[in-house]
């Protein structure tokens, strides 16, 4: 009867729940991501947080806190790695990883809600500072057909590539699934760096701005953080591809896989939405 319970052969625990010891790096995180997202706040609205000390102080502070959260994101990852080679991620804490992904997906559907909903409130009944039009007279919008759909094409690609890698990576024992897994990621990878570049030529070669009423506003905050949901999600894919190379997943072990792929399918779900609303409908 005690046989049945002891899941946990690292630790010796009759239950099959890791229970986390303290960890500096929560609290460590939090309080770089405050100072920097603070000081990067008044960066952008030209406010010192050092009463004009000197501006290389505000400069100092802001990349100290980035290095800091940074080390202590890596740090935190590496603990969590180490949970799992030590034989601590069971079955239910594994169990316990995919739902908290699938929670913080949900949390990202609903950030990505806001923006949509803000652009069918300023589209479907645009007020009279615009014209009552929309776009906006003097917006020259971009052609949804050239570089937009290029950037399509190349993201769910990216999605088919990443689902070549899962598929092989479950085949348990196989030399060439494991080849497949590491050509899939590589892939992938190529694929989110060619869209991040796409999508800064773009940007760059735009008529309007940000600064250009609720049309621009609307429209770089939407397409700006799925980029930097598409760039998070390239690093995520870079990590998991490295640790493909070092022998860290197996066939029936292979959680953090299984988030990074999920975070690039959202990535790729919300820029179909984005494309048929902001560029083909909205323009």
């Known amino acids: 009867m005690l046989q049945k319970f002891n899941y946990n052969i690292a630790t010796n625990e009759r239950h099959p729940f890791?229970?986390?010891?303290?960890?500096?790096?929560?609290?460590?995180?939090?309080?770089s991501v405050l100072f920097f997202i603070i000081n990067f706040v008044c960066y952008l609205h030209h406010i010192s947080i050092t009463n004009n000390i000197s501006p290389l102080?505000?400069?100092?502070?802001?990349?100290?806190?980035?290095?800091?959260?940074?080390?202590?994101?890596?740090?935190?990852?590496?603990?969590?790695?180490?949970?799992?080679?030590?034989?601590?991620?069971?079955?239910?804490?594994?169990?316990?990883?995919?739902?908290?992904?699938?929670?913080?997906?949900?949390?990202?559907?609903?950030?990505?809600?806001?923006f949509f909903w803000a652009f069918f409130h300023a589209s479907l009944a645009p007020s009279i500072a615009i014209g009552c039009i929309w776009p906006p007279e003097g917006i020259e919008v971009l052609n949804p057909w050239g570089l937009p759909l290029l950037n399509t094409i190349i993201l769910l690609s990216s999605g088919v590539s990443i689902t070549w890698a899962h598929r092989a990576l479950i085949i348990p024992g196989s030399k060439?699934?494991?080849?497949?897994?590491?050509?899939?990621?590589?892939?992938?990878?190529?694929?989110?760096?060619?869209?991040?570049?796409?999508?800064?030529?773009?940007?760059?070669?735009?008529?309007?701005?940000?600064?250009?009423?609720?049309?621009?506003?609307?429209?770089?905050?939407?397409?700006?953080?799925?980029?930097?949901?598409?760039?998070?999600?390239?690093?995520?894919?870079?990590?998991?591809?490295?640790?493909?190379?070092?022998?860290?997943?197996?066939?029936?072990?292979?959680?953090?896989?299984?988030?990074?792929?999920?975070?690039?399918?959202?990535?790729?779900?919300?820029w179909i939405f984005l494309y048929i609303m902001v560029y083909c409908w909205g323009s």
């Open 57 to 114: 102080f505000d400069g100092l502070i802001r990349i100290v806190s980035f290095i800091l959260l940074l080390l202590s994101i890596t740090a935190w990852f590496r603990d969590i790695h180490l949970e799992a080679i030590t034989g601590n991620h069971t079955e239910k804490v594994q169990d316990g990883l995919r739902s908290g992904m699938i929670l913080f997906i949900v949390s990202e559907i609903m950030f990505f809600f806001a």
């Open 176 to 270: 060439k699934a494991r080849r497949d897994v590491i050509v899939a990621l590589i892939i992938t990878v190529s694929f989110g760096i060619v869209f991040t570049l796409c999508q800064l030529y773009e940007y760059a070669s735009a008529s309007f701005s940000i600064n250009d009423g609720i049309y621009g506003s609307v429209f770089y905050m939407a397409t700006g953080f799925h980029g930097f949901h598409v760039l998070i999600g390239t690093i995520l894919l870079i990590v998991t591809l490295f640790r493909q190379i070092f022998y860290h997943f197996t066939a029936t072990h292979h959680v953090g896989f299984e988030a990074a792929a999920w975070y690039w399918h959202f990535v790729d779900v919300v």
């Open 18 to 31: 890791h229970l986390v010891k303290p960890s500096p790096w929560p609290f460590i995180t939090s309080i």
